[in-house]
């Protein structure tokens, strides 16, 4: 099987970093505000002393700043309009390399090349806030790299071989990957919610029969509230069940794969193939916001 090294342009590079970088600051945010909360409830619930009460107004205070850094840094909008902005040239860059529409093998090298960068640049006229936010250093790098072209020079054999193993076959792994680990969170979830309010119920009874002083309850409702909160921010059950139709959906478009003969035939595969990456995303992002995804 043929493997080559893919370069993608600075563009998606950037884009890409960028959008990591935004997911793990909003992601450390909504963590932190929760448990703060939490340990702001649990700290009022176990005692009224007076440095309980100043530490626990003291933690809300923080929460509250860290909320407010959420809404006016908006990491997670940088987070997929990053994500957007990177798959989008990534399905560029394959359906260049592939020869798939809009960049059909019938065009010349450099009709082709005009057509990608055309591209690229009508991306940046949709994503002018975002390229502005993330600064000037995808443009002093390369866009167009020589790994694209010669990709696409390769023979149809070569070509397919290469779509094959570097774009569905890792794709496919990486929703698979997604599949079982957004499942395990799941699990992880649900058992800490369930756990916290089964012993906060056992500790009502136990308290209806025995009058004990400390009070938990509101410590393992604010847990398992937190977890509650914390999946929705996630949304585990709903990643894992995408990513494994879409996952599903390319090994049935991979088993096609032997009935590609000409480049019209490799075209239409691709643009199965990339249709279908490109919905999991647009229903990812729809999930978030109402932004389109470029094609």
Known sequence: ??????????LFNSSDKYSI?????????????????????????????NWAIWLSSALLIISTILTTLMSLLKFEKGWYEGRAVAESIK?????????????????EPIDAQNKLIDNFKKLIG?????????GSDFAENEQLPQELITVREYDLKKRLSIYKSERLEKQKKWYTDKT?????WTRISFSI???SQILALIYLIINF???INITITPILISISTSFIAWMQLRRYQELSQSYLITATELSLIKSKINQVQNDVDFSNFVDDSETAISREHTLWLARRDNIELFK
Do not use: H
């Not at 970088?21 to 005692?47: C, E, G, H, M, P």
């Not at 399905?91 to 019938?106: D, H, N, R, S, Y």
């Not at 949709?126 to 993330?134: C, G, H, M, V």
């Open 21 to 49: 970088k935004a997911q793990k600051r909003f992601t450390l945010l909504n963590k932190w505000t929760l448990i703060i909360l939490v340990l702001s409830s649990s700290i009022s619930s176990l005692t009224q002393e």
């Open 180 to 184: 079982q680990e957004n499942k395990k």
């Open 193 to 195: 919610i369930i756990g």
């Open 126 to 134: 949709q994503r002018k806030d975002f390229f502005t936010l993330i």
């Open 1 to 10: 099987m043929e493997s080559a090294n893919i370069k993608y342009p600075s």
């Open 209 to 211: 029969k025995l009058e």
């Open 91 to 107: 399905t560029l860059c394959w359906k260049f390399m592939t020869g798939a529409k809009p960049f059909i093998m019938e065009l």
